[in-house]
């Protein structure tokens, strides 16, 4: 039985930073991409990251580039997301997700994430 499970999310001031976990098992972690997903109220679930299995690759959708550093501790089964310099535009619930495959796909979009986790909330204060 997979499981996928977020934590680290909170309030916090515009400007500071928050570090997402997101704990997997039941599944071989090392031999499939992640990613971080956020859905704000009112809108459609939007893809945040995706990291290859192996780190390597990384895609990032363009309104955290620079902000936002997403890694993994395979040994761990661990995907972090840590998020420096927050808006309030970056308040969501943010969703982790286990891939289909080794790699990114290009569009990294929904349908190419099998597992997904609960979520955990982020607001973010001005």
């Known amino acids: 039985q997979v499981q996928v499970v977020e934590s680290g999310g909170g309030l916090v001031q515009a400007g500071g930073s928050l570090r997402l976990s997101c704990k997997v098992s039941g599944l071989s972690f090392d031999d499939y991409a992640m990613g971080w997903f956020r859905q704000a109220p009112g809108k459609e679930r939007e893809g945040v990251s995706c990291?290859?299995?192996?780190?390597?690759?990384?895609y990032w959708t363009d309104s955290v580039k620079g902000r936002f550093t997403i890694s993994r501790d395979n040994a761990k089964n661990t995907l972090y997301l840590q998020m420096n310099s927050l808006k309030p535009e970056d308040t969501a619930m943010y969703y982790c997700?286990?891939?289909?495959?080794?790699?990114?796909?290009?569009?990294?979009?929904?349908?190419?994430?099998?597992?997904w986790g609960q979520g955990t909330q982020v607001t973010v204060s001005s």
């Open positions: 990291i290859s299995r192996g780190g390597g690759s990384i």
């Open positions: 997700a286990a891939g289909r495959s080794h790699y990114c796909s290009g569009s990294w979009s929904r349908p190419d994430f099998g597992y």
